[in-house]
Every structure is written in structure tokens, then in C-alpha cells.
Antibody, heavy 118, light 111 residues
């Protein structure tokens, strides 16, 4: 089964851009859709969006104006950028895989906490 | 406010059966799009527990079962065990939002 690992800064200043990368191992990045999900401290899960290896994307309408996802097939990595962040964007960010022709997420990365400071 | 509605909390004694509901609408569960359930043990990563309404991934105990009817879905846990204490989330696709949605989560307490 594929394994995923998020990486990136744990602290981002308000109004700046949050950037995270997810590295895929144990499988090809061409085999799944790749998703970002976040969870504010003590709160529930929020789907941010997904990207396919071809570059096609689908973003949560509530975040669409601030989100950009990209994929690097040569490195088996995909990335998330969220601009103009505020304290409300403080959360644990998870990357996850979505098998073809399914609507569920499995497996997930370990998650990384990103804190937005003022 | 989540598109899918779950009770904030449920509880039960060891050995009992509890159910967690997930209520949606005609643009998601009622469309019908499949419902999936995730278990998040304290301090850990959410893990797929039920997929495609009723299916268990390899390794998921058969004490967990899912069902769906009209615009709602349910997760049942029979023979409750202390290690079942966790947060549970339902998830589906919403055609109006053209994206994936989660329920707000339900905290299960084993008394």
C-alpha cells in the first residue's frame, strides 16, 4: 500500500502563503487521485481539494480562490499552496490518496500542523 | 455548519450497541452517492472504517457495520469495546458543491 508523508513549514505568518508537499512512496503517483484535507484543532475534517497526475484539479468552492495544487511526477510528489492565510487556516493538514473510481480516502499521511501567526 | 449532520456525541457501555447517524440531502447521500466512515482514535490520523456504504476494509472489525437509506446513513457498533472510543466521521460527495463533504464528527464515549 502507498505511504504518504507531508512536509513543510509549521509556522506561517498571516497574509502569507502556506506551502506543503506530500511525498508518495510504495506506489506510483499515476495510480490515484491525490487529496488534501485539513482539521483545525479540536474540530472536524474539511476537504480542500484533489489533483490527478495529469494536473487536473477540483477544489473546495469555499477555498477555491486561495488554493493551488500541483504535481511532480518525477519526484512522486504533489503540493498544496494556500494564499492569504489567516488564523482560521491553522490546522493539521493531511494528504491522502483516493483510488480510481472511488469516492473515499485511504490511506492518509500522518498530518502536519500548520499554525498561522499574526 | 457541515453539509452532513452527525450527532456531536454518543455513548454506551461495553458490550452494548450504538449507532451514529449521518443525515444529508438529495445532492449527496440521497443522490445517491456512497457514504464512507472514518475512525479517528485520540491523537491519531483518521482511518477508513467503512467504504461504499457497507463495506469494511481489510482489518476493520466486523463489529462495525454501515447502512444507508434515502438521505441518511448509519454506522453501527456492536459489542462495544473500550478501544472503540474515538471520533467518527461520515463522508460523501455533493453534486451541488461538486466536491467531497464530511460530517461534523461524532465523539463516541465508552462508559
Amino acid at each position: 500500500q502507498v505511504q504518504l508523508q507531508e512536509s513543510g513549514p509549521g509556522l506561517v505568518k498571516s497574509s502569507e502563503t502556506l506551502s506543503l508537499t506530500c511525498t508518495v512512496s510504495g506506489g506510483s503517483i499515476r495510480d490515484y487521485y491525490w487529496t488534501w484535507i485539513r482539521q483545525p484543532p479540536g474540530k472536524g475534517l474539511e476537504w480542500i481539494g484533489y489533483i490527478y497526475y495529469s494536473g487536473s484539479t477540483n477544489y473546495n468552492p469555499s477555498l477555491k480562490s486561495r488554493v493551488t495544487m500541483s504535481v511532480d511526477t518525477s519526484r512522486n510528489q504533489f503540493s498544496l499552496k494556500l494564499n492569504s492565510v489567516t488564523a482560521a487556516d491553522t490546522a493539521v493538514y493531511y494528504c491522502a490518496s483516493q483510488p480510481h473510481d472511488t469516492n473515499w480516502f485511504d490511506p492518509w499521511g500522518q498530518g502536519t500542523l500548520v499554525t498561522v501567526s499574526s | 455548519q457541515s453539509v452532513l449532520t452527525q450527532p456531536p456525541s454518543v455513548s454506551g457501555a461495553p458490550g452494548q450497541t450504538v449507532t451514529i447517524s449521518c443525515t444529508g440531502s438529495s445532492s449527496n447521500i440521497g443522490a445517491p452517492y456512497d457514504v464512507h466512515w472514518y475512525q479517528q482514535l485520540p491523537g491519531t490520523v483518521p482511518k477508513l472504517l467503512i467504504y461504499g456504504d457497507i463495506n469494511r476494509p481489510s482489518g476493520a472489525p466486523d463489529r462495525f457495520s454501515g447502512s444507508r437509506s434515502d438521505t441518511s446513513a448509519s454506522l453501527a457498533i456492536t459489542g462495544l469495546q473500550p478501544e472503540d472510543e474515538a471520533d467518527y466521521y461520515c463522508q460523501s460527495f455533493d453534486s451541488s458543491l461538486r466536491g467531497y463533504v464530511f460530517g461534523g464528527g461524532t465523539k463516541l464515549t465508552v462508559l
